[in-house]
Each structure stands twice: as C-alpha cells, then as structure tokens.
C-alpha cells in the first residue's frame, strides 16, 4: 500500500514531512492535495504527478518546468490565484509571509509605491503582479514591477510562467527538505 500525504494548510511552515520516495508513492488524491499546496493550478499538478515516478530531485524539477511549460493562459491565471500581492502576505499564511519576507519592516512609503504599482500592473494585465519574492527586498521587487510594466501581454506572460516555475523549484525542494 503506498503512503498517504496529510493534507497541508496554509498557515503551516512545512507542507509535507515525506521526502521523495513517500511524495513519489503517495496515492492520486493525497498526492493533488499536496501539489496543488505547491501550484494552485489543477493541470500543472495533474501534469507533475503523471510524470510519476520521480528517481531524484531533478526529475521532480523537470517535471514542474515541463507541465510550466504547457500551461494555457487560464492553467496560468488558476496557477496566479494562489499567490499574495506582493507587498502584502495572506496574515496567517505561512508560505506568503516566508517568501516575502522582504516586505517586513520596510519603510511605509516603500509598501505604498508597492501598492499603487501593483494597482497599475493589476489594471494593465488582469492579475497580480508575480514574482519569485524569496530573497528579494521590497525595493528589489519594486523595481522589478516598475521594470516588467511596459511588457506588453504575451511577453509578461511568459516572464510570469518562469517566475512561477521557480516559486515551485522552491516549494517542492522545500517539500522535499521537510524533517522527516
């Protein structure tokens, strides 16, 4: 019998205490669960788990950049949907609060060019601003939003999908890294 995920929440710091070969193993529904804690999109994470069985972590990371890959723009916009606003982490959601780590303490009028930019960004291009936060500072994520807004819509979604694939990269190396 293969092992069963427990299904993640949000406000948690660690998804998943398996590692690969449990991941690797888990049944159909658990493994969704815990791959759509990783991508909100239910293509991508049906893509990565028939991809099945991942030997090492490179095979886990190519599977996410392929099903990244084949997205549509709507796989893309359901993928968007599980993400915070830059500058403002979901309270209580672990994940959004780690990864944008580099909006805590900013100065106030940082957050608030932050908000009137994403408001732009948000108005040109229909959904929020995405970008791999984790490391990033509030004024490095800033400047990013300022420099990606002439993109026109084709170009942007395509800088969003790598953005997306690499939040992923680190979620499921992080789901992967979990104490055991």
Not at 1 to 10: E, G, I, Q
Not at 20 to 26: E, F, G, I, M, V
Not at 146 to 170: F, H, M, Q, S, W
Request: aromatic share 4%.
């Amino acid at each position: 019998m293969a092992p069963t995920l427990r299904r993640s929440t949000r406000d948690q710091a660690t998804p998943c205490p398996l590692g690969l070969p449990a991941l690797s193993a888990a049944d159909a529904s658990a493994l969704r669960e815990t791959l759509l804690e990783v991508c909100s999109s239910p293509a991508w994470a049906a893509a990565v788990a028939a991809s099945r069985p991942w030997h090492d972590r490179e095979e886990l990371r190519t599977a996410n950049a392929k099903a990244m890959a084949e997205l549509s723009a709507a796989d893309l916009h359901d993928a968007m949907a599980g993400h915070a606003r830059i500058g403002a982490p979901k309270p209580g959601d672990a994940v959004s609060e780690r990864e944008q780590a580099g909006v805590r303490g900013v100065d106030p009028s940082v957050l608030d060019e932050l908000r009137t930019a994403n408001a732009a960004y948000e108005a040109k291009f229909g959904h929020v601003f995405l970008i791999c936060a984790t490391g990033r500072t509030a004024d490095g994520m800033l400047a990013a939003l300022r420099e990606r807004y002439p993109n026109d819509a084709a170009t942007e979604a395509e800088v969003v999908r790598g953005e997306l694939r690499k939040i992923n990269d680190i979620r499921l190396d992080r789901l992967l890294d979990a104490p055991r």
